[in-house]
C-alpha cells in the first residue's frame, strides 16, 4: 500500500435545487397514458358522469407539471446529494450495519419473473418465489437454531410488535394476560424493545447498565416477578459488549414462567458463533435489510425475519409457507396465530436479496463475514482510542463484537466541541458519524460499526477523517462549530421545526405559514 | 471457503491484512476478541446450508432457474386486486429508486443526505395536494398499519378506546388492525348496505355513542363500491365528538374527490400503486394524511419531514419535525414505535406523482373508470353471471357473482389459468354471505381486446359446452 491514508479533500454535490413546485410549468407533462379505446367510449361515455355527483372532483390536485427529463433532472439532482453507503466509508452509522448490498441480488429483485407476480396468483405459478421464502426460512433456523420462520414483519420494529404480540398471545392461551402485564428490556436494546410492547399494553421495566456497560443478573432479579410477560433484550448490545450471563437471564425468565424474545437485528458479528437457541430464546429476529445486505432504501423497504422455537409456532402470523416434498404451498391453519401484522408474507424483495446473499456465502462465508466485521471493529477501536478526546466507555481493555459506543465527553469538555459538531464537520469529509439512540446515557456518544465490507484501507481513511475533526477541535474550533462547509446545505435552523405556527410538513403548509 | 479464496464482499479476509490487524489490535486470533462469549454458548456444529456459488455467475445461473418457475402477471393476463394491484409503472420511477444513493442511504443528517430530506418533503407534499391535507407521513409499513395507526392516533386524541369499522374492510387489512388494537381499543363492525355496498347509516346510528373514538371505513372499499355518503358519516361521528377516518386508494384521487372534502380527519392508504411493481405483495407502503393542527401532527409516531430555513440567505433546508413526540427519543412516552418501514417507495410514489401531474392523474383516474365500466358491462352481459351492489358505482374493482353459474370461483379461476388468466381474487370464504364471488380489478393496463378474452373466456367455461 503506497497510497498515504488522509481526510479527502470532498465537496459534495450542491445543486441548489428548488422544491419540485418551483419548478411547474403550467401545461407541462411528464407522462400520457393510453387513450381510451373508442368502442368502449362509445358504449361506456366518459366514466366521470355515471359517478355519483358529489363524488367527482371538480378542482384538480394541485400538483406539479414538469416535462419528464425535468423530472428526471430534479430528482437525480436530489440523489446526488444524498449519501448512500455505495459512495462512502459508511461505518459512522453504528447499529444499522450499512454493509455492501451486491448488484447481482438488485438484479433479481428488479427481473420480472420477480416483480410482476401478484401475491393472490395460485401457488401453482409461484413455485419458484415459495421455494425462495422457504428455503430462507431453513437457512435461518440453521443461522438461529430456532424451528420456523415468518418474513412477515415488514421490518425490525414490526418484528418486536409481533413477538409482543406472540408474548401477549401466549400468556392468553395460559389464561394470565391479564395479570402480566410488564416487559423487562434493557437501555441499550433497540428503542422499539420498549416502545412496541407499550403498544400491547405492557409496563415497561428498563435495566440500565452497570458499570460493565451490561444489564447485571442483580438486576434482572429485582424486575421479575410473576408479573412478567417477557424479556425483550438486544444482544450484543448497542454498546458490542456481548452480555456473557444471556443464557442466565432467559433462565430467570422462564423460571417466572416469561416468555424471551432475543432482537437480533443485527447479527452481524456472531452468524455461526453463538445462537438464539443455545442461549435459551423462545422467539428471535433478524432484520433481512440489516445482517442479511438488502439495502436500506432511505429507510425501508425493510425486513424483520422472526423465528420461533417449536412450542411457540403455532403463535405466529398467517400463512407460513410449508413444503410437502413435492410443492410449495401457504399454511392458513396456525392454531393460535396472532392473525397478520402485515398484508400478504412480508417485505418479499429483501427476502429474496437476503436467500442470495446466503447463497452467495454458505456456511463458511456467514462465519468469515462475522469474523471479518468483529476484527474490523477492534481494529477500529484500537484507532480511535488513539485520537485525543475519545474514549469507549465500559469493559476497558476488552474486546467488542460487531460496534462500539464511544465517548467525546473529553473532547467536549476540553474544547466545547459536542457530537452534532463533529457529525457536522465529519460531513465535510464524505462521512456520517450517528451519535444514538436517545437517552443520552453515553455523554457526547457517537457509535461506529465497521461492517466486513470495508478495507483497512477504507478504515483508515475514516479514522483519518476523525483524526483531522480532533485536531480542529483543538485548534480551531470555530471551523467545526460552523460546520458543514463543503455539504449539501449550511448550519440548519432547527427551531421552526418544533414551533406548530412555523412548522411545514407540505409545500401547501409552507405557503400558508411563510408568505 | 473451500479454496480458501478471498470472498468479493470481504476485503479484509485477505491473509496478510488480517495478520496486520491482529497484530495491531495485539491478538494472535479472530478468536480472541470473542473472548466474552463463554463456551457453553459457542455454537460447535457447522450450520447447515448448502455449499455456495462463489461466482457470481453460478449464483445467477442458480437464481434465475428458481425465478423461472414463476408465471407473471406480465406473461399472463392478470385481473387480481385487493391491496395489491398491477398499474404501469413508468422508467423514471425504476431509475430513481435503483440509483445507488437512495437504494444504499438510510438515516444520515439533513446535511448529506438533504437529497432524501428533500425527496421525502416532497413526496408528502404532492400527497398533500392529492388529498387535500397538509400533512402527510414518512411512509409506515403499509396500509394496514396506516389504519391501525390512524386508528389509535384518534383513540389518544378523543380519549376513548372503542372504534367502529366497516365491514366492507380487507380482511387482511382488518386481522392487521384487530391485533394491532388489541387489548387497547375495543372493534366493532359497522354492517354494509346488501344492494349498494355502502355503510348501513342506521347500523351506524345505532352503533356510535360517546365511547366511540372514530369511525373507519375505506373509499372506494375491499369490495369495489365508491362511497357517498362520506359527509352523512362525518357529520353522525363528529355530532358524537368522534373522528372520520378513512382509507383511500390515492389513485383514485384524480377523479373522485379526497376524503378530507367530506369530513375525514384522518386519511390513510396505500401507495404501491403509484408507481411501484408488485413485487409479490412485498412493496407495500402505507401513508397517513391530517390537517396541519398540533393535536393532530403530535399523535402521529411517524417521521415528519418539514422544510426550514439554513444559515445561508435562501438556502433550503429539511429536518424532522417535532422528533421528540417519537419513540426514538422516548421510548417509553413516544407515540407507539418507528423503524425503517418503506422510504424508498415513498420517494418512487413522489417521482409518479411529478410525472403524472394533475392531467395525468386525471387521465388515469378516467380511463381505469373507463375501462372498469365496461369490464362489468360485459361481465353483466354472460349467463350466470350477476354484478352484486349494482346500485353502486365503482373505481377499478368490482365483485363478480358467479352463485348462478353452478361453478365456484375455484373452478372458473382454474379454467382461466389454463388460457393464460388470472381470474378475480376469490372471497367467497371471505364474505360467505356474498355468495360465489370474486374481487375483479380493472386498470389503466388492460385493452379493451383483454377484456372481452376475459369474458368470452368466462363465457365459454361456463355456457358452451366440452371447453
Known sequence: MSRKIKARNFHQAKWDEPVIFELSNKGERGILFPEIEKEIEQIIGDGISSLPKNMIREQLPNLPELSQMQVLKHFLRMSQQTLGADFNVDIGQGTCTMKYSPKINEKFATDPKFTELHPSQDESTVQGILEIIYKLDLYLREISGLDKF????????????????????????????????????TMFSHPSDAAAPVVKGYNIINIYPNEDGLPAVEALKTAVSERTAGLLITNPEDTGIFNPKIKEFTKIVHEFSGVCGYDQANANGILGITRAKEAGFDLCFFNLHKTFSSPHGCGGPAAGALGATEEFTKYLPIPLVEFDGDKYFFNNEVPNSI?????????????????????????????????????????????????????????????????????????????????????????????????????????????????????????????????KVVEEAYENPELVKTAPHRSVVHKIDYEPLDDPDRWAITWRAHLKKNK | ??????????????????????????????????????????????????????????????????????????????????????????????????????????????????????????????????????????????????????????????????????????PDRLSIIRNYCKPVIKIQLVKFDKETGKINIADLKEKISSSTAAIYFENPSYLGCIEDQGKIIADITHTHGALSLVGVDPISLGVLIPPSNYGADIICGDIQGLGV?????????????????????????????????????????????TYDRTSFHDRIEGKEFIGTASALWGITAGVYLALAGPHGMKDLGQLILQKSQYAIKKFSEVKGISIPFSLSSHFKEFVVDFSDSGKTVDEI?????????????????EFPELGNCAVYCVTEIHSKEDIDRLTQTVNEFLNEEGI
Open chain 1, 339 to 467: 392473525g397478520k401484522v402485515r398484508a400478504f408474507y412480508g417485505v418479499v424483495p429483501a427476502i429474496l436479496k437476503a436467500y442470495s446473499w446466503i447463497m452467495s456465502l454458505g456456511s463458511e462465508g456467514l462465519r468469515e463475514v462475522a469474523e471479518i466485521a468483529v476484527l474490523n471493529n477492534n481494529y477500529l477501536l484500537k484507532k480511535v482510542l488513539e485520537l485525543r478526546g475519545a474514549s469507549a466507555p465500559y469493559a476497558e481493555g476488552r474486546h467488542r463484537i460487531e460496534q462500539v459506543r464511544y465517548s467525546w465527553d473529553e473532547l467536549y469538555k476540553e474544547t466545547g466541541i459536542t457530537t452534532e459538531d463533529i457529525t457536522c464537520r465529519m460531513v465535510d469529509f464524505g462521512f456520517h458519524m450517528w451519535s444514538s439512540h436517545h437517552p443520552f446515557i453515553v455523554p457526547q456518544p457517537f457509535t461506529l460499526e465497521p461492517t466486513e465490507s470495508y478495507s483497512k484501507a477504507e478504515i483508515d481513511e475514516y479514522i483519518a477523517g476523525l483524526k
Open chain 2, 1 to 170: 471457503m473451500s479454496k480458501k479464496k478471498v470472498h468479493p464482499y470481504i476485503p479484509n479476509s485477505v491473509p496478510e491484512i488480517k495478520a496486520q490487524m491482529l497484530e495491531e489490535i495485539g491478538v494472535s486470533t479472530i478468536d480472541e476478541l470473542y473472548e466474552d462469549i463463554p463456551e457453553d454458548l459457542r455454537f460447535k456444529g457447522k450450520m447447515n446450508l448448502p455449499e455456495p456459488f462463489l461466482s457470481e455467475y453460478d449464483l445467477k445461473k442458480h437464481v434465475n432457474q428458481i425465478l423461472a418457475k414463476n408465471q407473471t402477471c406480465q406473461e399472463n393476463l392478470s385481473f387480481l386486486g385487493g391491496d395489491c394491484w398491477q398499474h404501469y409503472v413508468p422508467a423514471i420511477c425504476d431509475e430513481i429508486n435503483q440509483r445507488s444513493e437512495f437504494l444504499t442511504a438510510y438515516a444520515g443528517e439533513p446535511y448529506e443526505d438533504h437529497g432524501r430530506f428533500q425527496a421525502l418533503f416532497e413526496y408528502a407534499s404532492m400527497m398533500g395536494e392529492l388529498l387535500d391535507m397538509d400533512v402527510v407521513n414518512v411512509p409506515t409499513y403499509d396500509w394496514g398499519q396506516a389504519a391501525s395507526t390512524s386508528i389509535r392516533m384518534a383513540a389518544r386524541i378523543t380519549k376513548r378506546t372503542e372504534v367502529l369499522i366497516a365491514e366492507s374492510i380487507s
Open chain 2, 277 to 321: 411493481h408488485m413485487q409479490y405483495g412485498g412493496s407495500l407502503a402505507g401513508f397517513i394524511a391530517t390537517r396541519d393542527e398540533e393535536q393532530y401532527v403530535m399523535e402521529y409516531p411517524s417521521r415528519l419531514f418539514g422544510i426550514t430555513t439554513t444559515a445561508v440567505e435562501g438556502e433550503h433546508g429539511f429536518g424532522d419535525v
Open chain 1, 150 to 185: 415468518t418474513f412477515q414483519p415488514g421490518g425490525g420494529s414490526q418484528a418486536i410488535f409481533a413477538i409482543a404480540s406472540i408474548i401477549q398471545a401466549h400468556h392468553e392461551a395460559n389464561g394470565e394476560a391479564d395479570k402480566r402485564n410488564e416487559i423487562i428490556t
Open chain 2, 413 to 429: 379461476n382454474k379454467a382461466l389459468l389454463e388460457k393464460g388468466i388470472f381470474g378475480g381474487k376469490d372471497i367467497s370464504s
